[in-house]
């Protein structure tokens, strides 16, 4: 039960208020019987029954300051166990490391806002009518045994309905979760190749992939719609001739037979109203709680990852070793790479290059321990960390080809969020070179989505400082001045190359004479690679 997940206080609040709020219906229906007793009782009791009307009014005035506290209470439940869920989800999306985030996004942006309006407002309201049905039925079988067996036999029936109903919706459910997802990731293609599309005169082409799916999701949501509203209408239907017509035809008949008074048929019809409505309302609840199980399913794998703590401090480096490494590739398994052999000092300054495919960003992931190695091993300072990246990954910062800019400041994309020293923080600026731009803006500047406030060269600098600020001993670089022009490229070299405490491990498939004098050590990786195979033959 989503619940669960809300603080205990609020829910036992909730409850309480509920509880309050199904009295409402209580008092108004023995308020009514009072006031037609007195009316039919053929006396001229005017006093009296302005009393009791007066009673009412004041009644309803405390039910309504105590409905106001119900939504409020409500209203925050909703936000609390809606962000122990978004929470929870990003915080599982993230340590998944996936490169395919069109998946994620549909789920945080569609499925859990299904999850909050078809399952956590759909369970406080369950509560509500199941507190309101339970409160009619004890009243009810106060004043009329008889009645009240009769009103609980028909309430089966929409039970029947129910049940046959939910399996169904399910179903359906699980259908527009899945053309949910397509739609997105086909949006979100859309857009992201919309200059490609404008440049190739293909936008019709390119729009109508994405209609198509939004076609077949507007279907499926259609089908499910459809299906929870034929389903709420038989069990009114249902509910309407079980638990009112059958009920109040034998209630007027008792009634002829002097065996129940006029006040007393009055209220039980009222009450029968608080048999129907609350059966039907929680049956059609259930139903949607029905429909959000295939998502409720994914959540709760993400409610109960525990996330591993992985911010282990490293005091010394003594060098890197990769022995003997080959990869084979998951899926196809092919061999991209065999006979690999690298060795990086403290401080010492390797350049590996390759041609284009060759598979140099999947040897950095096999150091930082993302992917691990058909063949051969890789060592830290003489430890084994082959595909470990709990005990890989903090000996490295890295920097990117295309980096990721946070729509946010220029400190927050440097610091991510961590409360650091201004004094060390402004050094690490002045060592990435972003003195000028500081200068100009301050730290505090929003650099926009992409960073599209930036120059290409101000956002490898950003990078940069990320990683330096880092403090780690190996800096990997991934084709990390390709997209710059030659004095662009240049500069950044000088600035990651400059750092003495920092090993650098840069790979790339073209880069100026200058550049490489830089380095202390180049590694053409075809050729070693090549070398060490004949070798081993």
């Not at 005035?61 to 209470?73: C, D, G, K, Q, V």
């Not at 929870?88 to 996004?105: E, H, P």
């Not at 610091?415 to 000028?436: I, P």
Request: charged content about 20%; proline content about 2%; glycine content about 6%.
């Amino acid at each position: 039960m989503s619940l669960k997940y809300a603080p205990k206080g609020k829910v036992a609040l909730f409850a309480l208020l509920a509880a309050i709020k199904a009295c409402n219906v209580l008092f108004v229906a023995y308020m009514l019987k009072v006031m037609l007793n007195i009316a039919s009782s053929g006396k001229s009791d005017y006093g009296r029954l302005v009393m009791f009307a007066a009673l009412t009014a004041g009644g309803q005035l405390f039910f309504m300051a105590s409905n106001f506290i119900y939504e409020t209470t409500k209203m925050n439940i909703i936000k609390d166990v809606n962000m122990t869920l978004k929470k929870a989800n990003l915080r599982y999306l993230v340590d998944q490391n996936t490169l395919d985030i069109k998946d994620g996004l549909s789920f945080m942006t569609n499925d859990l806002k299904q999850i909050e309006t078809n399952r956590i407002t759909a369970q406080l309201d369950m509560i509500y009518q199941s507190l309101t049905f339970f409160g009619s039925l004890i009243f009810a079988f106060y004043n009329s045994w008889e009645m009240t067996l009769i009103f609980i036999v028909a309430t089966l029936a929409p039970a029947a309905v129910q049940m046959i109903t939910s399996k169904i919706i399910t179903k359906k459910a699980k259908i527009w979760t899945e053309k949910n997802a397509v739609y997105t990731q086909y949006v979100s293609d859309t857009l992201n190749g919309a200059q490609s599309a404008r440049l190739y005169n293909v936008r019709t082409n390119v729009v109508s992939r994405a209609v198509n799916a939004a076609q077949d999701m507007e279907t499926a949501l259609r089908n499910m719609t459809l299906t929870q509203a034929w389903a709420l209408e038989i069990i009114y239907s249902v509910a309407e001739l079980f638990c009112f017509i059958i009920p109040c035809t034998i209630g007027g008949i008792m009634m002829m037979q002097g065996r129940l008074a006029v006040g007393s048929l009055v209220m039980m019809v009222d009450l029968a109203v608080n048999f129907i409505t609350p059966v039907v309302t929680i049956f059609n609840e259930f139903n949607q709680v029905k429909s959000t199980v295939p998502m409720w399913q994914r959540t709760q794998r993400s409610l109960s990852y525990v996330q591993k703590a992985d911010n282990f401090p490293v005091d010394h480096f003594d060098g890197l070793k990769m022995e003997d490494v080959a990869y084979v590739t998951r899926h196809s398994k092919h061999e991209i790479f065999s006979h690999v052999n690298i060795s990086v000092k403290p401080g010492e300054k390797i350049l590996l290059m390759a041609p284009s495919g060759w598979g140099k960003t999947t040897l950095l992931r096999l150091m930082l321990g993302i992917y691990k190695p058909s063949h051969g091993e890789i060592e830290i300072n003489g430890e084994d960390v082959t595909g470990n990246w709990q005990k890989a990954h903090n000996y490295y910062s890295y920097v990117n080809q295309k980096p990721f800019i946070f729509d946010d400041t220029l400190r927050f994309n440097i610091t991510l969020g961590r409360e650091v020293d201004e004094e060390r923080l402004l050094m690490v600026c002045h060592e990435a070179g972003l003195d000028d731009l500081i200068q100009d803006n301050g730290l505090d500047y929003r650099v926009g989505e992409n960073g599209n406030n930036l120059s290409g060269g101000q956002i490898q600098r950003v990078e940069i400082a990320r990683a330096l600020l880092s403090g780690r001993p190996i800096l990997l670089a991934d084709e990390a001045t390709s997209a710059l022009d030659p004095r662009l490229s240049l500069e950044i070299h000088e600035t990651l190359l400059g750092n003495p405490k920092v090993a650098v491990v840069e790979v790339a498939h073209k880069i100026s004479d200058v550049e490489k004098a830089m380095f202390d050590q180049i590694i053409v990786l075809d050729k070693v690679a090549k070398k060490a195979a004949e070798t081993a033959d």
